[in-house]
């Protein structure tokens, strides 16, 4: 019979060279503009309107790649990328991610696949042990992790249970939802204001608290706000507190804020997004302190820990709440393991229905860098922003805004806005590296995001020194 498809053996002939090419790819990345150079609209142009009609050859499908996306890519990958936040990756992940794809696996639930479910079990537990989170995190006691695409997802998936937990399950009948209260620090990512909005609760219930000095939500005013909304006749019910905000890498007191919590029958939600990796390290895991009183937590492997993208760690406290927020059985999912009640149906812990077997790429990393090879890396990324931040302090051009506590450096050029941004955009428009800027306390500030895989003390030092002199050309002009 005719067929079109790919022969396993044309598969592993152009499987080979795909892989070479990444590894060319890698190889090379340096010589790449880091920030694309494309102007709007040059990629789709040189795209042909019309999809081919006849099959084409996997040659002229890489020669495309090369020629027309290629000049389109910002390199993410490059050492010397320090935009927004890291999106690392690794080998391992990479063929993890690739032996995901070869075996196609759909986990929706338990029967679908059990070693989709079963690993990605068993690697959260380890991730768990790895970052000395509470006990009630793991499958063996009371909760549980479950992998979700992004921190935003993770977000909308703790205010819709913290919902329910609020409304006892009743949320759809009218007259409850209106008088929920959920609370953020102004530095709060805006996928809260998102999930928020999603889940029904309405912006206007959002509030919004003061932070301190070092960028971190202020737990005295939290618990003044929930006290003002409750004498309301408000209910408060969610606080999303973190872990290295998006902005200036702020560090939430979780103690204190999940303590007021507990008092106040609010669900804690933390987000660790970014900074969460850290906790693979001791001494960087007192700003998790007070985790405990969490009922929610996720971090995501995809920013810092060396895994593709999509990938986040979503721990619960409380497996059932979420469970009984998101189950619903229709008759064709119905068997035997789900009603024996012995096993996990993921889907039931998350927005989604299908999932990826995205456990693998994780377990490739675990296992081929081990505990302590992350480790040495997440502590290298650290000791650079450090390095870098103290170049900063002791030049008379530039400042520091805060005292970086991880990976992140927010630093200025003393003179104006305008020509920090400048600063900026020459720098980036060199293509030698990348980096992007914030408003802190109404001034710009740049970021110094330190946290791609392959960035080495050379490379922090080179941008350092491009920095530099990038300002003094701008200030002679
Ligand atoms: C990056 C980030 C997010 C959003 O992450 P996604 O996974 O892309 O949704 C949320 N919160 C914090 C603190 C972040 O750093």
Partial sequence: MKNYHLSPSQFREEGKKII????????????????????????????????????????SIMKDM??????????????????????????????????????????????????????ETRVLDWLAEMMDMPEKFKSTSSGGGVIQDTASTSALTAVIAARERATKLESNKSGVRQKLVAYVSSQTHSSLEKAIKMAGIGSDNLRTIDVDATFAMRPDLLEEQIQGDKSNGFLPFFVCATIGTTSSNGMDPIRKIGEICNNQNCWLHVDAAMAGTAMLCPEFRHFKDGVELADSYCFNPHKWMFTNFDCDVFWVGNRSELINTFSILPEYLKNKATESGAVFDYRDWHVQLGRRFRALKLWFVIRQYGVEGLQYHIRKHVEMARDFARWVDASSDFELMVDPPL???????????????????????????????????????????????????????????????????????
């Fill in 20 to 59: 070479d090419w990444i590894a060319d790819y890698y190889e090379n990345i340096e010589k790449y503009p880091v920030l694309s150079q494309v102007e709007p609209g040059e990629v789709i142009e040189k795209l042909p309107n019309n999809p081919p009609q006849k099959a084409e050859s996997f040659e």
């Fill in 66 to 119: 090369d020629e027309i996306i290629m000049p389109g890519i910002t390199h993410w990958q490059s050492p010397n990328f320090y935009a927004y936040f890291p999106s690392n990756t690794s080998f391992p992940s990479i063929l993890g991610d690739l032996v995901s794809s070869g075996l196609g696996v759909q986990g929706m639930i338990w029967a679908t696949s059990p070693a989709a479910t079963e690993l």
């Fill in 407 to 477: 990976n992140l450096v927010c630093f200025r050029h003393k003179s104006d806005d305008e020509f920090n941004l400048k600063l900026m955009n020459a720098v980036n428009e060199s293509g030698k590296a990348f980096f992007t800027h914030t408003k802190m306390n109404g001034r710009i500030a740049l970021r110094m995001s330190i946290g791609q895989t392959h960035t080495e003390e050379r490379h922090v030092k080179q941008t350092w020194e491009l920095i530099q002199n990038t300002a003094k050309k701008l200030s002679l002009l």
